[in-house]
């Protein structure tokens, strides 16, 4: 391989590594989206979930996070877990491409808790199309912007209130699949946000993105949880700094690059290069550091050592 090629396809990696981190800018940025009310309608409410979310995510410093409680990461298990054994009435034209589909669903169940069941209908239009939206009780909230995959769940995110939210599955402009998140208080329906499939939950409101956690690492830890509040998906850091210097058992393919000291900028070393790809299988590896900023939680950049005192960079496939 030439050296043209290889740049070429290191600044292409570095691109994709650029684009994933705006892809989180946008997954976790305040959804502080335009909310229209239609005059004509004054029952329908325009929402636009990756509009407007340029800004990065609020991360609350350290002095801000002593008032919250911190939660035990043993209480954060898959999202599915809390779906409700509820399936929806969906149609749509299966001779056409998935891209092409509009996804026809009818349902009722008790969204606000007040023990009525609410009558849900919903348009979820494939690939950007205009025109989906979520009705409930005929409140309706127009979705201006979504790649839906056609699976809807009902969904408890928080124990503590009496609602029941709607969770709609958003395949994201690249197979990057998150869940939107969506409430009626018995007068109108509201985005409350959304965050990656592979994010786990507490069921009291609580969620930890999968990019904020160690998928490889046995045991598990994180970088940051959070919270929606606002229209916001608020984080709050979780210190990292205790890990360091602890071994861990790795599985899974990643990526290492070979360095006998610490890297100042990590990023200058990471190749995507298939020479630095590793496999590993119970592999013991000691954490040196761990690269993550007040800012970007993003836990896949770590200096380690590896059983046989190899030191070097290690990272994984982060993203699709
Ligand atoms: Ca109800
Ligand atoms: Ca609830």
Request: with cysteine; net charge negative.
């Amino acid at each position: 391989m030439s050296n043209d090629f290889n740049k070429r396809r290191k600044s292409k990696r570095v691109l994709l590594f650029l684009s994933i981190n705006l892809l989180l800018l946008f997954l976790f940025s305040g959804c502080d989206m335009e909310k229209t009310r239609d005059d004509t309608d004054g029952k329908q409410i325009t929402v636009n979930p990756t509009e407007a979310l340029i800004e990065p995510s609020k991360a609350i410093g350290s002095d801000e996070t002593e008032n919250r409680v911190e939660p035990k990461f043993e209480d954060f298990i898959i999202m599915e877990e809390f779906f409700k054994d509820y399936t929806f009435d969906i149609s749509y034209d299966e001779k056409l491409e998935f891209y092409e589909r509009t996804y026809t669903i009818q349902g009722a169940y008790d969204m606000n808790g007040d023990g009525e069941d609410d009558k849900i209908d919903a348009l979820l239009k494939a690939d950007y199309q205009e025109g989906s939206y979520i009705e409930v009780n005929g409140n309706r909230l127009v979705i201006d912007y979504c790649n839906p995959s056609g699976e809807i769940q009902m969904i408890d995110l928080n124990n503590k209130d009496s609602f029941t939210e709607i969770a709609v599955f958003d395949n994201g402009p690249s197979a990057d699949p998150t869940l939107m998140f969506f409430r009626y208080d018995g007068s109108e329906v509201s985005f409350l946000g959304s965050i990656d499939q592979y994010a786990l939950m507490d069921g009291q409101g609580r969620f930890i993105s999968s990019f904020h956690l160690t998928q490889y690492f046995n045991p598990q830890f994180f970088s940051a949880w959070g919270e929606f509040e606002d229209g916001e998906y608020v984080l709050t850091n979780h210190d990292v700094e205790q890990y360091i210097g602890k071994t861990f058992d790795v599985n899974g393919a990643g990526f290492f690059e070979p360095l006998d000291t610490m890297p100042e900028n990590y990023l200058e070393h990471i190749t995507w290069d298939s020479e630095a790809k590793r496999e590993f299988k119970e592999v013991q590896v000691k954490i040196l550091d761990i690269y993550v900023s007040e800012f970007d939680r993003t836990l896949n950049w770590f200096f380690v050592q590896l059983p046989d005192g190899e030191k070097g960079l290690l990272y994984f496939w982060i993203g699709d």
